[in-house]
């Protein structure tokens, strides 16, 4: 045996026991998933009609699209909690334009580059002036919040003007008896799998998620790239606040202040992408936001009170992180990075 | 006769206007100045929720008018959606003596021992809207036990089962905690106690929040595709469970109340609500300033007296709707202007 088949050899083990890692996760998830979908459809009503099951990947589609933009950034090593206060502040900035009296798209499009402005400035700090991400991003919303409190709108809840129904359409309408905001969730997830799988640049993020210092000595423009990753999650933000906007016909900025941002965090790990970078993909986001889906449209046909709703949610995920733990130990690597 | 009659009638009557002119000029009203007097130079502190929705800007502006006339301070402390900020707001303000706070409480239990404490300290407090389980001086705003007994008897109206409806509602809560959930589901369940007319398949709360509300509802409709009606706490919130009902094209009657602003009356216009129980945040904001005003001329202590000023209900449907039956939060802003 040569010693470069020796490297080889070791090097497609390692690559395999990751992958076995990821597989893990991601099939706990599944399998709660499934079980849950299983135990629901035989101990409740109307639970397995088709009519629930949309009406559950559609209550979820806003979280299932923010998670996509957390999991490309979470995967390039980086987090992302800004997401939530770029949704609902870019969005405001739109409608108290379109109030304004600027025509809808319009204020769309200077809602859109308010979003792209504000995340190239949320990724320069990250990349070039090197402040960890969690503080950037969480410092970046609450200034964009204060912003959209402060200086944007004076209401909280700021309505779209009357007579936008294409835009409502976004929001309320179905095609092929699916609704439109199923459909952005469906096409936003396969854009997002093509990007990462099958560009270059998706590829680059997953290598820089993976080691930063290898992907810069490989010639890979690291610091370009994680601009690029936050501009993408805002983009992701920007369309789920889209949807929102349409489905209420208004835009709720108080939803800063909601749990929504750790659902989002809970839905990327929980399906298994590594916080550590460099791991998963669009499928477990799919993984995560369907367990979540199952379980807050189960509780709502139980009627059970928001208290215990929260008890019931908290307590899954730490079984399935108790789970995880005790099937994928802590290793050496792991240990070094932290979990962050 | 006659004409001579009409004649003294005539010089009856203009002899005694002239003389009662006489009277009113050298008539003072003495009440006035004391009143004005105890008002001049004192201070308020107003602590809302959060100073970004129609009902503490509303009552804000109108508030703001009356200080500015009279010549006390009105100073505001936003607690911007949090108890804990809230509750600093409160403390920070005792220790500054102002002659009177009023808050608007997020729940029945959270400013209790602040609001005491406030009293405690010879500061009269006045609870708007949403009251804390401790009773202060004065409480100003929405009767929900009676808005909890309208919408039930409304219910029992247009969805029993002896109308030949299906008698399914739904409710959608605010925060369990919060005095308008809490007292509207006691006067709902005390209204529907004893009848099988009406049956509540869910009861769920959305936390005030639209989406969440849309949510719930969307949920609800599917598992109970003969819902009839559904009875949501707030407005602004309910523009969610309105945007379902209106999703599922079914014909489902939405009773919600709210302070009155536009909103609500497009809310109607839009069939997105049925009917609007509107608490007129307009009208609560003179109904606070009565309550400054009282507090302030009384001589008696913080905690000597309690009074409640319920606001009075108006019902706004699609039948009676009219151009006046809402007030415009940026009308009113601009009016203080």
Known sequence: MTDNTKINMKLETEVTSKQRFVIKQELIVALAAVGLFAVFSFTLNNFFSAGNLVTLVRNVSVLGML??????????????????????????????????????????????????????????????????AIFATLAVSAIIYGLGRGVIADLDVNNIPNDLDWFVFLGRGSILSIPVSIWIFGFTALFVYLFLQKTGLGRFIYALGDNPETARITGIPVRPMIIIQYILSGLMAFLAGMVTAASVASMNMRIINSTVIYDVLLVVILGGI??????????????????????????????????????????????????????????????????? | MTIMRKITMTAISSVMMASSVFAADGLVDQIRKPTFDAL????????????SFDLPEGWAAVMQREADKHGYKLDIRDANWSTDTGTR???QAITEKPDIIIVQNFDVASYARTLKRAQDQGIKVIQVNMGSSYQTDAFVGADWYGIGKHAANRMLEVCGKSKGKSGKI???????????????????????????????V????????????????????????????????????DAGT??????????????????????????????????????????????????????LQSKSLAGDQKFALYSPNKIITKSNLTADSCWDLDKLKETNK
Not at chain 2, 170 to 197: C, F, M, W
Request: hydrophobic fraction near 50%; proline fraction near 2%.
């Open chain 1, 67 to 132: 998670s996509l933009g957390m999991a490309v950034v979470v995967i390039g090593r980086g987090v992302d909690l800004s997401l939530v206060a770029m949704m609902a502040v870019s969005l405001t900035v739109s409608i108290v334009l379109a109030n304004k009296g600027y025509s809808f798209p319009v204020a769309l499009l200077i809602g859109l580059i308010f979003v792209v402005l504000v995340a190239t400035i949320m990724g320069f700090l990250i990349a070039y002036i090197e402040i960890p």
């Open chain 1, 274 to 340: 590594g916080l550590s970078g460099g791991r998963g993909g669009v499928r477990n986001v799919l993984v995560g936001t369907a367990l979540i889906g199952l379980l807050l449209n189960a509780m709502t046909i139980m009627d059970i009170s928001y208290t215990t709703q929260n008890l019931i949610k908290s307590a899954v995920l730490l079984l399935a992180l108790i789970i995880d733990a005790l099937l994928n130990p802590r290793d050496e690597q792991t240990a070094q990075q932290g979990d962050i």
């Open chain 2, 40 to 51: 001049n130079g004192k201070t308020v502190v107003f602590v809302p929720m959060s100073m």
């Open chain 2, 89 to 91: 707001a409160i403390t």
């Open chain 2, 170 to 200: 739904a409710i959608v809560e605010g925060p369990a905690t919060a005095a308008a959930s809490v007292y509207q589901l006691n006067g709902i369940s005390e209204t529907l106690r004893g009848t099988d007319d009406i049956m509540i």
């Open chain 2, 202 to 237: 869910s009861s769920q709360t959305a936390d005030w929040d639209q989406s969440k509300a849309r949510g719930i509802t969307q949920t609800v409709i599917q598992q109970h595709p003969d819902l009839c009606g559904i009875i949501g706490f707030w407005d602004v919130m």
């Open chain 2, 242 to 295: 309105g945007a379902a009902i209106l999703e599922s094209k079914k014909d489902i009657y939405l009773i919600t109340s709210g302070g009155g602003n536009k909103t609500a009356c497009q809310g109607i216009e839009n069939n997105v609500f049925s009917e609007v129980v509107s608490y007129d945040a307009k009208g609560q904001g003179r109904d606070i300033n009565s309550a400054i005003s009282i507090l």
